[in-house]
């Protein structure tokens, strides 16, 4: 079979060379604990009792929802709205937003120091060439006559070798792989809550447009309303309280659409923000609540998988395996060092006898240093990266907890606020039947005023609470989505910014496969 040849080969992002790798395979070697991925939580699902099919309304925002157990998560899950006008946003914020390009510069970092680390566990050669013309007086030899007149051509290749007979390297090249990772959940996390964060303010300001509408709708209503009571008070036909009254309601109703206007305004800097605009760049681009779709399926990763999913817990993780590999630095600073060293060169008067065998210069060297009496320094320094890979573990179970929990809050509210928007349906429909009854009861003359009054306030709430439950609606599924991990493991979101740059120097051939990748996710 050929062997393919490769100049390095990329353990978690890194390049690395081949003797660097041949040692960190040999990690096993290594002194500390040996760090293994925590395997999921043994449940069969997120909710205490089974979900179940949503409640259907009417409208786009009314689709009975159903839960696919299993179902794998979109990388691009936003484009189940069916909006453009979202897609469009997405692709913005992710082009031009700092939070990304900085998340790829800290990668790049932490990769980088990773290959610097590298060089450890390798010989260090240096070179030194030297042409000293010097003068030294007879005197300072004890002697008289004449000075001594000399030109001496010097050359030296000193190597410096400490092997790491206890992996103290190593694990200190695995905490730097370790720190990588985490910064490239980092990615992914950051990613994963700007992606959201835009979608929901999209929801959001579309939510705040419609009750805006409703809102003007009605003071339209009350102000054609205001206008045909003051006809009539002027014929006598009522009195001129049922004026005021209705003018005193059209009041309450205008005070509610400054508040709505500044929350929508407010939202739509968040949302330029997001895009990575300044507030004033705002060309007015928004989305439609009655356009939006809702997906009639809805993915529910296998609660196994969820820790291998989110960015946060994977990123936890790579915190518990730096901490872990720091231990085992520690434990191999308490051990002896051995340093090889060598040296060789020439030194010769002239240049003619600077390769003869009479000008050869070396040496050869070994030292081991190593602890003796530190007053327990190295201990309690071993002993405060135990506590901190024990503080690690437990963050990283805190944080498993909070994903669980999460996944659990957003199918609920799925249920929930499907069945709210139900009855908000209903009830909008209810007080809208029960305006028109009252109007016409007053025209007969067998109600009062107020009891028109109250049922249009009761038809304004109810238009606006149906509103706010569409969008609820819309919001849960992104939630859910975002709770899921984002379908991050089905693209690829680091950018050419985040890769270690070249170091330009003598390539080191390794065949490729003699060591295996880390892989991103584990097969579903």
């Known amino acids: 079979m050929p062997t393919e040849i490769a100049l390095t080969k990329r353990i978690n992002g890194v390049k690395l060379p081949l003797v660097a790798q041949i040692l960190l395979a040999l990690g096993g070697c290594a002194v500390g604990p040996d760090f293994q ?68 510069a800290a990668l790049r970092q932490a990769r980088e120091v990773a290959a610097a680390d590298t060089s450890a566990l390798l010989p260090s050669i240096t070179g030194d060439a030297s042409v000293t013309r010097e003068q030294v007086p007879a005197a300072q030899s004890g002697l008289t006559g004449p000075a001594s007149l000399y030109t001496l051509y010097n050359t030296s290749v000193p190597v410096s070798f400490t092997p790491d007979i206890f992996g103290g390297k190593r694990r200190g090249i695995e905490a730097d792989l370790a720190s990588a990772d985490y910064q490239r959940f980092q990615l992914e996390a950051t990613y994963l809550t700007l992606t959201a964060n835009v979608v929901s303010a999209a929801i959001s300001d579309a939510s705040y447009a419609a009750q805006i ?55 739509r800097n968040q949302l330029m923000a997001y895009l990575g605009r300044l507030p004033s760049q705002d060309r007015g681009e928004a989305v439609q609540l009655e356009n939006l779709r809702l997906p009639r399926d809805l993915p529910v990763s296998v609660p196994s998988l969820l820790v291998r999913q989110r960015p946060d817990i994977r990123a936890a993780e790579s915190q518990v395996h730096q901490a872990s590999a720091n231990v085992g630095v520690a434990t191999a600073n308490m051990l002896p060092n051995v340093t090889l060293s060598a040296s060789g060169g020439s030194s010769a008067l002239k240049l003619s006898e600077f390769y003869g065998p009479q000008a050869a210069a070396w040496s050869v060297a070994a030292s081991v240093t190593g602890p003796i009496f530190d007053a327990g320094s190295l201990f309690h320094t071993k002993e405060s990266k135990v506590a901190a890979l024990e503080q690690s573990s437990a963050q990283y179970r805190s944080t498993a907890i909070t994903a669980f929990r999460n996944v659990a809050d957003s199918l609920r509210a799925i249920q929930s606020d499907a069945a709210l928007l139900k009855a908000q349906v209903e009830a909008e429909k209810t007080a809208a039947e029960s305006l028109q009854m009252s109007q016409a009861q007053f025209k007969a003359g067998s109600t009062t005023f107020i009891t028109v009054i109250n049922a249009e306030q009761t038809l304004l709430t109810a238009r606006i609470n149906r509103v706010k439950a569409q969008a609820s609606r819309y919001a849960d599924t992104v939630a859910l989505y975002q709770s899921l991990g984002g379908g991050w493991w089905n693209r690829v979101d680091e950018a050419p910014a985040a890769a270690v740059k070249p170091a330009g120097i003598a390539a080191i051939f390794v065949p490729a496969g003699a060591l295996p990748e880390q892989p991103a996710m584990p097969a579903n």
């Open 37 to 104: 991925p925590s395997a999921g939580p043994q449940v069969s699902g997120y909710t205490a009792s089974a979900l179940k099919r949503t409640d259907a309304a009417d409208g786009s925002a009314g689709t009975a929802q159903r839960f696919v157990n299993g179902a794998d998560v979109s990388a691009a899950w936003w484009k189940v709205f069916r909006s453009r006008q979202i897609e469009a946003f997405i692709r913005e914020a992710v082009d031009n937003h700092p939070d990304l390009v900085a998340a790829q």
């Open 213 to 267: 509408r409703v809102t003007e709708e009605q003071i339209d209503g009350q102000r054609q309303l205001v206008s045909l009571l003051e006809q009539q008070f002027a014929l006598g036909a009522v009195s001129n309280s049922d004026v005021l009254t209705q003018k005193a309601q059209l009041a309450q109703t205008l005070a509610t659409l400054p508040p709505l206007q500044k929350s929508r305004a407010q939202n």
